[in-house]
Each structure stands twice: as C-alpha cells, then as structure tokens.
C-alpha cells in the first residue's frame, strides 16, 4: 500500500535557524511529491511540488525540498525561519495513476 | 476572484440530524473534492467528482452523500449525522491535468452532540 509518512508530530525552530520538516513516501513508480501548508483557521495552501527533474524544488515563501530517491525522503527547509512560519504543513504524494495520499501533518512552531 | 467558498463555517448537530454543506469554486475547475480533517490523522477523502453530473467514493465515504448539479458547485449531505462525523470538513477543487495541485476551501467546523 502507498503511504506518505511525516514522523514528527511537532519541530520546534528558533527565529533565524534553518528548518527541516521531514517527509518519507513509499509510492509505486516515479512518485510526485508535495507540500501545503495550513494556517490556523484556514484552507490548506500549496507550496511546492516535485514532479521530474532537479531534485532541490524551490516553492513560496522561501522554502525548499529536497527529492532523495535513496532514501525515498522529501524533507522541507527554509534556511532562516520566520515567525510567520508557524502552521502546519502535509507532504502529498501519489503516483499520478492512484489516489492522493496526504501525511498526518508536521505542526511547525517558530520560537521569536 | 473568491476562489473556493464553504457554507456555513460552523456548525452543532444533533445525532440523526441531517444537513448540507456547499461548497462553490469560480475557477472553473473540473475536479472538486471533499475531505474531512480529523486530529493526527491527515486529510481523508471522502467523495470527489470529475464533473458535472459525475461522483465517486473516496476512501471514506459511509454516512455522506454529495451532487455535483453544476460545475462550480460540489454538496456534502450527511443523512443522520452520528457524533463520528464531529470533524473539520474541507472542499477543494482543481484542473484535471493537476489534480495534485488542489486549491482548498476554508472549512467547515461541524460538531455532532
């Protein structure tokens, strides 16, 4: 069965620092990739994708992820975190001929 | 350009009572969704439909039923609601040539005592 697996519940960053939200996907095929963010109070909001190509994927406001097939890993990074930053964020995955699958959802908490 | 819309935001039900939730886009997306939002537990696909006039069942779809009578609207009707379906309900509609890039609702907080 294809699954997308977020193993933290929380990461706590402080202001400044890098940030990583890790994301590990077991899809069948070559797998697409992604990450929406949601707000509090709020719809869930696209980010950024991987679909083919280069592995580092750049995305809205600053963040970044990085496709590692090796691993079958799709970790989100920011290099200075905002307090802004603050939400939760899914990483998505399918196989374009199967269902969506979201993760259980990363709450990121940026500490000023 | 509203995007997509949910009525209403919240709210109580009874066990057994019924109601509708709406969900309307202005994007003229093929594709709409349902999902609820439950704790630790993700997104959950409950119905969807590829157009007009068309439906199918997601991954948990017992206890709901929804239309799509015109493209820019997708209804999720509950029958009888049980205190199970206590969740936040979230629509989201997208092209067919993207369907991963899905544009979401902002919610619906239902609450069944």
């Known amino acids: 069965a294809q699954s997308v697996a977020q193993p933290e519940d929380q990461v706590n960053v402080a202001e400044g620092n890098p940030l990583t939200v890790k994301c590990t996907y077991s899809?069948?095929?070559?797998?697409?990739l992604f990450w929406y963010v949601q707000y509090p109070n709020r719809g869930l909001q696209f980010l950024l994708k991987?679909?083919?190509?280069?592995?580092l994927v750049k995305g809205s406001y600053g963040f970044e992820a990085e496709f590692n097939k090796s691993q079958t890993s799709f970790h989100l990074k920011k290099p200075s975190a905002l307090v802004s930053d603050s939400a939760l964020y899914f990483c998505?995955?399918?196989?374009?001929?199967?269902?969506?699958?979201f993760g259980k959802g990363t709450r990121l908490h940026i500490l000023p | 350009n509203a995007g997509v819309t949910q009525t209403p935001k919240f709210r109580v039900l009874k066990t057994g009572q019924s109601m509708t939730l709406l969900c309307a886009q202005d994007?003229?997306?093929?594709?709409m969704y349902w999902y609820r939002q439950d704790p630790g537990m993700g997104l959950r696909l409950i119905h969807y439909?590829?157009?007009?006039?068309?439906?199918a069942k997601g991954e948990v779809p017992d206890g709901y039923n929804v239309s799509r009578l015109k493209k820019q609207n997708f209804l999720l009707g509950l029958e009888s609601a049980a205190p199970s379906q206590t969740s936040v309900y979230f629509c989201?509609?997208?092209?067919?040539?993207?369907?991963?890039?899905?544009?979401f609702g902002p919610g619906t907080r239902l609450t069944v005592t």
């Open positions: 989201a509609s997208s092209y067919p040539s993207s369907t991963y890039e899905q544009y």
């Open positions: 899809v069948s095929g070559n797998p697409y």
């Open positions: 991987y679909i083919t190509g280069d592995n």
């Open positions: 998505v995955g399918t196989n374009r001929d199967d269902k969506i699958i």
């Open positions: 994007m003229n997306h093929e594709y």
């Open positions: 439909s590829v157009g007009e006039g068309t439906t």
